[in-house]
Each structure stands twice: as structure tokens, then as C-alpha cells.
């Protein structure tokens, strides 16, 4: 490794300089000036060369966000001066004594405030230290939180580092404290619960309990991938407020390139608060975050200072909390849902109510566990809640009907009649027919994806199109479209028809793998496909494969394994497919040679971690010499190869006998020492 040149750090600090520029333009402002494509090259770019000089790697560079390892658990940290809570008022008579408070407090005639949203999320302090983010600590108990730096690095609106002049210009020291709210969109909820509901897991109540459980995850990837935003509303430095008005902090914090408390507002009097207030609790619904009332603050930092706090909140702010939106009906009907991805969910038809100027008349059950939770039938008296946002929830029942009629799940798709199946240990029910119409439009735009078979031009406008006309019911139709079905579409050229039959043509050449994850089975993600083709080699033998022919396969699972036997047990499915076959799909996996077959036939199981190899790097050397990876020990596995901190799997294979290799003796069975 050659040491690092200045040309190569000036250009490395270059590329890091634009890159922050285009998350700033992206994340902070909502306006994006480069495409992904171009932001993931240079992202690209600059990970090549910090992978080939480690010292110049900076704590800040962007490449930082993502990547931590999964930990143990949390440091806890003491705060540099509480992050208390807020004293409520809920109407504005409440904020009328709240001021007259405050002017007899301080003595004066008139108080100027700010409004500021008050975002429902999870509060945040974040630690600078010589410009550098350093530290993101949770509110926890108030005087000390847990340190959660990892995890506010991957919040793409948080800067890793400020910009020194800057700070210089603000009279602000280089090392400052901001405090904010992390919180998750409207959007990226939806998208969340939506794929939580797909995969059987756990559903988020809101977007708070969603962005606090995002932001506490010991694994620090799973944080990236919730899409999380910091709004920042208090300014610090050595533990105390260093402008002299509230609005400038807020004002220095957008400059410093944060997401500021988004539409603040200077009032000069309670009244402007009153209007403001008025004003806001008309649009919050438009807002593409949820907020649950306004936030009043004094604005001068000086009589902050002067009124001072109670024991749990401060003296010169308040929050103005709207009204919880609930009302009482009667459940007309419970009925299930038929979901883009097939899971079935149970809706709850109503009475139709009017809740906060909205006629309310369903709302979603989730699943049967929250029917029990609920204990809920139809008939009964419910309290139905709209939040923050539009959809509304049952928050409980007032009364049950005369006769409580349990709720069942129905045996058959209500849409197309298939049998349902449910995956064991999972709250969901699914029908697994691929040709399901209920889930036809998201299941063409999976198989047509750019992980899948990556049809280039085969969008949601096209989709919309050939499924309204009937031309495409399934997958296997695609590969029977005619030119002239195409060129009658809205918007679409004659050339532009046969770009995407060509297109359509050459995806029946891909690999196996990006097939099988196409066909949108249950639980099977591009990793698992892939898996299945390796070892399988041919889509004919994962269709007959048994349950524990599956589970044999290192990482499957039972639940993955009884998905795919179910999805295969279906006729519509295996119909589907011997029409993809007889339109000339791909359906073998070409095998690479092995490099020797010093192994064929042989087992290996893996438990612990090993020195020299990752898992990966092992199990592609035993497959390269002919042998294959299986999960667990039975009294046919051949060898289990033990590293640091093992499993159980060690004290099985001693019990059963099966021999057991270290990392050395490991490399001296494939030749490698
Ligand atoms: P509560 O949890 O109801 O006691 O409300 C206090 C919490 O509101 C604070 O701890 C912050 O997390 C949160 N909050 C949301 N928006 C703001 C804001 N604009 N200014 C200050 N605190 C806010
Ligand atoms: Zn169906």
C-alpha cells in the first residue's frame, strides 16, 4: 500500500465536499440537483479509494453513515443540561394563562414568542466536537440517555460535519450541541407497515413508536433503512443557549445546513400564537409528517434564563396539543381484504361517523392478533381514533353486541377463490397464487424489476394500461404480446413498443436466480432465490423439493422452506410456470466447475467465527471443491468446522460424533496450507 499523496487527499476531500453538497441539496432541501445514478457513482468513487488507503478514512466522510457493526447494547451518557418535557395546554384559554404567567414573571407588558411545530417523534441531541458530529444521545430519563451515534449517522439531514467558517461568521464555538426531533414521514411509515405486513412481522402503531424503535435498533443497517429525518430546534453551546434569540438559533441551524424546525413563526403576541395555531391544525394533514400540536417559546434566551424551569419542564415554553379526533360507532362488518401482495387483512366496516370534519365509515384490523387483542366482533360499539394522520384506527371496545360471533378467516381468496395458507409462527394469511387479480399490478411490477427480471420500460403507467385492457393477466402473458396490443397503448410509439418487446424477449435469457425471486414467493428475498438456484440448479427440482430437502439448505429456514411448498403445492402456479417454460424462460442454473472434487458429496456445518475466512469466503471453498454447506448437524453431516465462540452446534456434533475441524485443520482438508 503506497502512502497517500496530497493530490489524492485534496481530491478524496473534493469528493467528499460534493457529495455532502448533494445529500445537503437532497435530504435538508428537498431539491436534488444530481441524479441517484451520479450520486451513487461518486459514492462509489470515494469508497474505492478510501478502501485502498485506510488512512485517509475521517470519522465524518460520508461513507461512514452506513456499515456499523450490530452491538451489544448502549453506552449511556449524561446530558450537558436536562432535555426535559413540556407543560400542555389544550386550549387556548390555557395559552392565555400561560402568557399572563410569563409577563408577570418577567415583569414585562409584552412577550414575543416562536410557534414551531410540534413533531411527534423521539428527541435528540446531537454532540459536535471541533465541527464533528461526535455523539447522538436519546432523551432516555432526561439527565442521561443512551449514546446512539451509529445509528443517528445513518439520518442522511443530520451533517457529520459543520462547516468551520460558517460557525466562525455565527460567533458560535466550534464545538456546539443541537437538539432536535428524529422522526419518520408519513411516506416511508406506509411503505414501512406495508412491508411489515408482507413479511408476517410485527405493525407500528405510529410513526413515533416506528422512528423510536428505529433509532434504539443495536444494528445500525436496519436504522439506514427506515428513512428517518432530524428536525433541529434548540442550539447549544457549553450548556447554554448562545444567541440571544430563539429565532436566530433557528436561523444559524438552517445555515449550518440543518432541516430547522420547518415553518416557524415569529408571534408578537399570544393572539399571532392563537393564529397560528389555528392555521396549522387546518393544514396539518397536508404536512407529509405527522405533528400533534405547536410548540410556544419564548423568544428572548435572556428571560428564558430569567423564568427558568420547575422540576420537569421549562417555565418559558409550552406545548399547544390539538384535540385527540374520537368518536363511538357500531361495527356494521368485518371483512378481509385481499392485499397488493396477497396477504389477506381484516377491515372493520362502521356506521359511518364524522371524526374532525372527515365521514369515517372503515378502518384497517391489521391482523387476527389484533382482533384478539381488541376482542372484537361484528355488531360490537367501538372508539375509533384519527390521529395525526388520515387513517383511522379502533382503539377499543365500548360494547359488545348481543351475539359475538368470533371472526374467521376465510378458507378461500375472497378474490379468486384460491385455498389460503398460513405460514407457521406468522400472523398473516396469504394467497399464494401468483395470478391473484387482487395482487396482479404489484406482482407484474416485482417481476419486471430491476432486481428481478429487470424488463426495462415495463412501468406503472404501461402495467396500468395492459391490465385495465385484459391484454395481461400473469407473468407468462407478457411473453405473448404482440407488437400491435403494445403501439395501441397511450404515449407509446411503434419503436418504443418494440424496444420493450425486445426487452420483454431478452429477459427470458437471465440466470435462475433473478426467476425465482421474480415469481414473488412468500419470504423469498434475491439472497434466498439465489441460494435456492446455487443448490437446486434447476427451477423443476425447488418445485419438488421436500420440507426438509429445503431446510437442508444453509440459511433456509422452516418458515422460508414451507412458503415455497406452498406456493409449488398450487395448481395455478404450477400451470403458470410450464407456460413460462414453453415461452423459452431460463429455468436451469449453468453449474460452475467445480475446481476440484476433493470434496463432492461431503457436508460441512460452520459454528462460530473463524479467523481467516468469513462465512461466505468458507462455504463458496467447500462448494468450489465439490462438497455443499448445510445449516444444521444431523448424523449425516460430515464435518463441522468450529470457530471462536461456537453455537450449539458444537456441543450436537460432539454428541453425535460427527468430526470436528478447526479453522487450520479446515484449510489443510481443501489443500489451501
Ligand atoms: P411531551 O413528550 O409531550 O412532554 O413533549 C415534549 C417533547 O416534545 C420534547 O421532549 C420534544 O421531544 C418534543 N418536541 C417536538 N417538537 C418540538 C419543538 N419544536 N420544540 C421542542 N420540543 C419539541
Ligand atoms: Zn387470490
Partial sequence: MMAASATLIKEVEKLREQIRKHEYQYYVLDAPSVSDAEFDRLMNKLKALEAEHPEIVTADSPTLRVGGAPREGFQTYRHTRPMMSLDNAYTFEELRDFDRRVRELAGRERVAYVAEHKFDGLSIALIYENAVLVRGVTRGDGQTGEDVTPNVKTIRSIPLRLDRDMLKKLSLPLDIEVRGEVIMNRAAFASLNHQQEAFGGKLFANPRNAAAGAVRMLDPSITASRKLEFFAYYLLANGRVPLKLHSQSLEALTKLRFKASADFEICETIEDVEKYCTKWEAK?????????????????????????????????????????????????????????????????????????????????????????????????????????????????????????????????????????????????????????????????????????????????????????????????????????????????????????????????????????????????????????????????KIANAKLDELTEVNEIGPKVATSIVDFFSEKANRKLIDRLRDAGLRMEEKRVAPKSSRLAGKSFVFTGTLERHSREEAGALVVSHGGKVVSSVSKKTDYVVVGADPGSKHEKAKSLGVPILDEATFEKLIGRK
Fill in 284 to 540: 396539518r394533514e397536508k404536512l407529509p409528517y405527522e405533528v400533534d400540536g405547536v410548540v410556544v417559546k419564548v423568544n428572548e434566551a435572556s428571560m428564558q434564563s430569567e423564568l427558568g424551569y420547575t422540576s420537569k419542564a421549562p417555565r418559558w415554553a409550552i406545548a399547544y396539543k390539538w384535540a385527540a379526533r374520537q368518536a363511538t360507532t357500531v361495527v356494521s362488518k368485518i371483512e378481509f381484504n385481499v392485499g397488493r401482495t396477497g396477504t389477506l387483512t381484516p377491515v372493520a366496516l362502521f356506521e359511518p361517523v364524522p371524526i374532525g370534519g372527515v365521514t369515517v365509515s372503515r378502518s384497517t384490523l391489521h391482523n387476527m392478533d389484533e382482533i384478539e387483542r381488541l376482542n372484537i366482533h361484528e355488531g360490537d360499539t367501538v372508539l375509533v381514533e384519527r390521529a395525526g394522520d388520515v387513517i383511522p384506527h379502533v382503539l377499543k371496545v365500548v360494547k359488545h353486541g348481543k351475539e359475538e360471533k368470533p371472526v374467521r378467516v376465510p378458507e378461500k381468496c375472497p378474490v379468486c377463490g384460491t385455498r389460503i395458507h398460513r405460514v407457521e409462527g406468522e400472523v398473516a394469511y396469504r394467497c399464494v397464487n401468483a395470478a391473484c387479480p387482487a395482487k396482479r399490478k404489484e406482482s407484474l411490477l416485482h417481476f419486471a424489476g430491476r432486481h428481478a427480471m429487470n424488463i426495462d420500460g415495463l412501468g406503472e403507467k404501461i402495467v396500468d394500461q395492459l391490465i385495465e385492457k385484459g391484454i395481461v393477466k400473469d407473468f407468462a402473458s407478457l411473453y405473448e404480446l404482440k407488437l400491435e396490443e403494445v403501439a395501441a397503448l397511450e404515449r407509446m410509439a411503434e419503436k418504443s413498443a418494440q424496444n420493450l418487446l425486445d426487452e420483454i424477449a431478452a429477459s427470458k435469457k437471465n440466470e435462475l436466480s433473478r426467476l425465482v425471486y421474480a415469481l414473488g414467493i412468500g419470504f423469498i428475498g434475491e439472497r434466498t432465490a439465489q441460494l435456492l438456484a446455487e443448490h437446486f440448479g434447476s427451477l423443476e
